[in-house]
């Protein structure tokens, strides 16, 4: 491994070392009120620096989550410039999958309140992004959604989507199709980049990451259209994936979540599947979180490490998000508790 390789684990370590803690777990479990997690995370984690700013006076859900998505981005955006400087690629990973998520989340908050400050982004990715979060989000109908996307990349390749008239297929597909390039993308830059182990490696985390997301989606379609063939096509089909083309198939034709888990534990992931899962989503949230984990702490792969540590850091913030809802929703700790998936600390 050379210096630029060390610095980067190096990093990633010092990064992973800031975050959430049991006790700080137990102690945002512990309050009754948004206002006392906003005071906490405030004052005594690492995510001060963006909550400072914050009058307490207005404190919503929403301003809690910009703020939190900024702490990410800006962590993201200070690996992203040192792998920019080293001449690695992978860098673009990070920066595409941020401008699909923004896509995504305005398909799916269509004609509700912009918001002003929500896709405010680091320049390193301002100056390799095509879209505007800003202008999308104002987008009030699938049709003018297409439209603006029209002219970028992702334009000609989900006209069919939306033209659908299906809204739950049409979204579902779409995080298939634009996830498919990015990972495919990705595939590209690390074969030309890394040879051997180190390739395998990264390779098998992204394969693991595409074929969790998909198989959850797909136990979620048979579970609640078990009769609509429509939604069975390989739309949902993945670009990079460890599943054999037969078992693809018997995923996109599944009659049950039964025959879901049934297929998958006959694939090469059969290990992590020996029991039912009560809530497939938790269970697969659980499974990515102790293999990102695992390789932070014993993988001496810095790329590996970088896309282990953004999983992590961005559950950690989708805890915290859940922790607030919990809140409102006055859920008792054991509840939040339930909901929420901390790996080991």
Avoid at 245 to 257: G, Q
Wanted: aromatic residues 12%; charged residues 25%.
């Amino acid at each position: 491994m050379n210096y630029s390789e060390n610095a980067v684990t190096a990093k990633v370590h010092a990064l992973f070392a800031k975050r959430l803690t049991d006790e700080d777990y137990s102690n945002l479990l512990s309050f009754h009120s948004v206002e006392e997690i906003f005071g906490y995370l405030r004052s005594e984690t690492y995510y001060s620096e963006y909550f400072g700013s914050l009058p307490s006076v207005t404190l919503s859900r929403s301003r809690i989550e910009n703020a939190l998505q900024k702490s990410l981005l800006d962590r993201k955006a200070s690996l992203c410039r040192f792998q920019k400087l080293i001449g690695d690629e992978t860098y673009r990973y990070f920066i595409k999958k941020d401008e699909i998520e923004t896509i995504l989340y305005c398909a799916r908050h269509l004609d509700t309140e912009v918001i002003t400050d929500l896709f405010e982004r680091p320049a390193v990715y301002i100056q390799e992004q095509c879209i505007s979060g800003n202008e999308l989000q104002k987008a009030t109908s699938f049709d003018e959604f297409a439209a603006m996307l029209s002219g970028t990349p992702y334009g000609r390749p989900t006209e069919a989507l939306f033209s659908s008239g299906n809204s739950f297929k049409s979204l579902a597909a779409l995080e298939r199709m634009l996830f498919n390039g990015l990972y495919s993308d990705t595939e590209n830059i690390i074969c030309k980049k890394y040879k051997g182990k180190s390739r395998n490696e990264i390779l098998d985390y992204i394969k693991f990451i595409s074929d969790m997301s998909v198989m959850s989606t797909l136990y979620r379609i048979a579970e609640n259209y078990p009769d609509d063939r429509s939604h069975k096509t390989n739309s949902f089909r993945p670009s990079v994936t460890a599943f054999t083309p037969k078992e693809l198939y018997s995923l996109e034709t599944a009659l049950s979540p039964s025959d879901v888990l049934n297929t998958v534990r006959h694939s090469v992931y059969g290990k992590y599947f020996t029991e039912n899962p009560e809530n497939i989503d938790l269970f697969v949230r659980k499974l990515i979180i102790k293999k990102s984990i695992k390789n932070i702490r014993y993988s001496q792969n810095p790329v590996l490490s970088l896309f282990s540590y953004e999983t992590v850091i961005k559950n950690e913030i989708k805890n915290i998000i859940h922790i607030v809802e919990g809140v409102n929703y006055g859920l008792t700790p054991e509840e939040i508790s339930d909901i929420i998936v901390k790996g080991e600390c």
